[in-house]
């Protein structure tokens, strides 16, 4: 068995601009702030002798690698990403970016945001566009039946309302 996995799929290009704002934060603070600390820290460690028994130098480098490689990646992803910052035009039905509610056979209530993948949150109710459950709802109506594959099985929902902004927002 060889150790070679094939790269995983890149996730769909598109993002809420408070998302997009998000990761373009956080690339500058990792170019700008910490990766000059972790750099100045990584000197004086070298500057103190024997790098090879040298705690502090080992743990500098291997954390100015992980910053190094976010770093790539954030700048990669940002490149290619497409900004939604448009309602759709027909906003009965659930495309990126839609608040939607979905009611179980039990009769619960869930409430979620269709994302993209950089910026999905379970805790928010945020979920992916390219999640199982983000992909049977794109499209959908008030009162359509959403099938979703689940692990555990199939669960049938039911859209019950769609917004395009916060259900805080009321």
């Given at each position: 068995?060889?150790?070679?996995?094939?790269?995983?799929?890149?996730?769909?290009?598109?993002?809420?601009?408070?998302?997009?704002?998000?990761?373009?934060?956080?690339?500058?603070?990792?170019?700008?702030?910490?990766?000059?600390?972790?750099?100045?820290?990584?000197a004086e460690?070298?500057?103190?002798?024997?790098?090879?028994?040298?705690?502090?130098?080992?743990?500098?480098?291997?954390?100015?690698?992980?910053?190094?490689?976010?770093?790539?990646?954030?700048?990669?992803?940002?490149?290619?990403?497409?900004?939604?910052?448009?309602?759709?035009?027909?906003?009965?039905?659930?495309?990126?970016?839609?608040?939607?509610?979905?009611?179980?056979?039990?009769?619960?209530?869930?409430?979620?945001?269709?994302?993209?993948?950089?910026?999905?949150?379970?805790?928010?109710?945020?979920?992916?566009?390219?999640?199982?459950?983000?992909?049977?709802?794109?499209?959908?109506?008030?009162?359509?039946?959403?099938?979703?594959?689940?692990?555990?099985?199939?669960?049938?929902?039911?859209?019950?309302?769609?917004?395009?902004?916060?259900f805080d927002?009321?």
């Open positions: 068995m060889s150790r070679y996995r094939p790269p995983r799929p890149s996730g769909s290009k598109y993002i809420t601009p408070e998302g997009y704002k998000r990761l373009q934060d956080e690339l500058t603070y990792l170019w700008k702030v910490e990766r000059p600390q972790v750099t100045a820290a990584v460690a070298a500057a103190q002798g024997d790098r090879s028994e040298n705690a502090e130098y080992t743990y500098g480098k291997k954390r100015l690698r992980e910053i190094d490689r976010r770093i790539r990646y954030l700048s990669k992803r940002l490149d290619g990403m497409i900004v939604v910052d448009q309602l759709p035009s027909d906003q009965s039905r659930i495309y990126f970016g839609a608040w939607f509610e979905l009611e179980d056979e039990q009769g619960n209530l869930h409430r979620y945001r269709i994302v993209g993948p950089d910026e999905f949150d379970p805790a928010k109710g945020w979920i992916s566009m390219d999640s199982p459950l983000g992909r049977a709802v794109l499209r959908k109506q008030v009162d359509d039946e959403v099938r979703v594959r689940l692990p555990s099985g199939e669960v049938t929902y039911v859209v019950t309302e769609i917004r395009y902004r916060s927002e009321d």
